[in-house]
């Protein structure tokens, strides 16, 4: 049972399922109480630069302190800034300011956690029954569980508005929900946790020390093409993807007077993503890595390509589609093949390193898609995005790195720094 990774998805999807109630909460609580638009995006926008800069720290406390322990703390810690939403809302009334401070800090908390998170699942896939293909599972049932939580935490949160009425009171079940995942976590093997025992450092302060170990992850990062290439794919579709969601889709759609559809834009992501992750799973050991990668990679250029011509609504929902199902598999071989191809006692780093990329490639792309937007017209953005996924899946495909994905033995495609800790 304490292996089992049924909990480990169990705390995974509660996690996942109290920030899907709070993306809906939050934004329209600022609304309502603001009246102003630009309070919603300047609330996302500090968030997300939160979250980035955390990012860079995360890792480095991931890979010192037991990472069992990490997840535990950061849920209780992201339940107590959620607690004190309706708390402040009842003594003092919540502004902007209140709004920001406890946004910003609910992004710092959550980003250690994710991180933890995401170093336990190869740990208990080693501590569980060593069977062929079990990691690429593993991961492939996180993909699955993460767009199944992208459908159900948003649309969980406005049922609750609807049933409920707006209130900070709302927020509640996100508290419930991320108590829960700590107390799930902690039926897991500490074992799952361990941090592995890492060579003396370099000589001098803790300061020091901190920022040689930083280096080290983010030195590997850039020295593994592998790793490096998987970041950057992963990063510009996720830059293109928030585009899509937060700027393009919502003018389309309300131009075409069709607003509803705005939300299935990201059902159909998510849908697809569920229907490619169960292939995925279902052809593992049949299918191999590289031709699920090159599946992908095809199915980004033609998907992006069919949203990004704006042709009809219709077409916009079908490409969408086609992206979550042929993304989703390359998204696991990406997944399984950073795990193998990073140490387990820098996993922490090398993922923090990502998460921290992953992070801010979405504010790099917004702003610059806004402004064609509007000057140039939706259409002009609409073929701004395709093309930058085209060439992203072109590169990706001719990429020496990403030529021979079906390594069998785990750390195959490693490469060494000399400085490993």
Known sequence: MRRSAGVYFTSYGLSLL??????????????DRTGDVLAA???????????ALTGL????LVDRIDRRAVSVVSDLLAAASMAALPVVDALWGLDMAWFLALAVVGAVIRVPGMTAQETLLPALARLGRSTPGRLDRLISLRETVGNVLLLAGPGLGGLLIGLLGLSPALLLATVTTSLLAAGTTLVLDPRAGHVPRRRPGPAGGAVRRAVADLTVGWRFLFRTPLLLGATLVSAVLVAVLSSLQTTLMPAYFLGEDLPALTGLTLSALAAGGIAGSALYVATI?????????????IGTLGGFAAVGSLASPWVVLGGAGLVGLTNAPASAVLGVLTVEAT??????RVLGAQNTLMLAAPAVTAAPLAAVAATAGLPAAGVVLAVLAAATAIAALVAPAFRSLDATEPGQHLVTTGDLP
Request: charged share 10%; hydrophobic share 50%.
């Open 18 to 31: 109290g920030k899907g109630i709070a993306s809906v909460v939050l934004p329209l609580l600022v609304l």
């Open 343 to 348: 140490p387990d006692g820098m996993r922490g």
């Open 285 to 297: 050991g049949r299918i191999g890595r590289r031709t699920w990668f090159v599946t992908g990679m």
């Open 57 to 60: 720290v995360s890792g480095l």
């Open 41 to 51: 995006g300047l609330l996302a926008t500090a968030s997300m630069a939160a979250s």
